[in-house]
């Protein structure tokens, strides 16, 4: 069935530091992708998302690009800041209504930046 | 901007009482679903439901049960608390987007503690 791996964390950058967090998919059909951020104390929050092939979802600095040939969708920042520390989940949704329609989430990667 | 309220936002009880988390969302969705998320972080998906009658149960076993009477109304609901059920639940509610794929919304949460 459709699956996501997502990096394991905890992920410790300090401040102005470059974030890769990797993410990679299984999925019949053709899935939405999706990064959702957890603050603490709070639920999920829509971060970007993209809806087909070579889409580049953006937001708040972030950026994800949707690469079909290496089943990938990690997101990336160019200069962390320690508001951005969160946990961070990958997330697919199989157009087809696969999985009965539900988003399918990574572990999650908790991300702690330091000042 | 997400409508999706939880109540309480923190609850400690007993062992063997019988609680209701409740979850309104005001976006008028038809889908909405309960998600319990483990001190890892990792999501479980618990109950889900269509609209109004419907419930479906998730990935997750849980003794918890939920009712939709109301398009906007999805409590859950523990006949008799154990230490087991402490957890954050994460209720939520999704659009159904013009490309067909779906799309979450979260409310804050509830950390629920069972003595």
């Known amino acids: 069935g459709d699956s996501v791996t997502q990096m394991e964390g905890p992920v410790t950058l300090s401040e102005e530091a470059f974030l890769t967090i990797n993410c990679t998919y299984t999925a019949t059909g053709y899935p939405s992708l999706f990064w959702y951020v957890q603050y603490p104390g709070e639920g999920l929050q829509l971060l970007l998302k993209?809806?087909?092939?070579?889409d580049k979802g953006s937001n708040k600095g972030f950026e994800a690009t949707y690469r079909k040939e290496t089943t990938s969708f990690h997101l990336e920042k160019g200069s962390v800041q320690v508001s951005d520390s969160a946990v961070y989940f990958c997330a697919l949704s199989d157009q087809y209504g696969g999985s009965q329609g539900n988003l399918i989430f990574g572990k999650g990667t908790k991300l702690s930046v330091k000042p | 901007e997400a409508d999706i309220y939880q109540t309480p936002r923190y609850l400690v009880i007993g062992t063997g009482k019988k609680i209701t988390l409740e979850c309104s969302q005001t976006m008028g969705h038809d889908k909405m679903y309960w998600y319990q998320q483990d001190p890892g972080m990792e999501l479980h998906l618990i109950h889900y439901s269509y609209g109004v009658n419907s419930t479906e149960k998730g990935d997750l076993s849980s003794e918890s049960t939920v009712s939709r009477i109301r398009t906007e109304h999805f409590p859950l609901t523990l006949e008799s608390a154990r230490p087991s059920h402490t957890s954050q639940y994460l209720c939520a509610s999704s659009d159904l987007t013009s490309r067909g794929t779906i799309e979450l919304f979260f409310g804050s949460g509830t950390q629920l503690s069972v003595l």
């Open positions: 993209a809806t087909k092939a070579d």
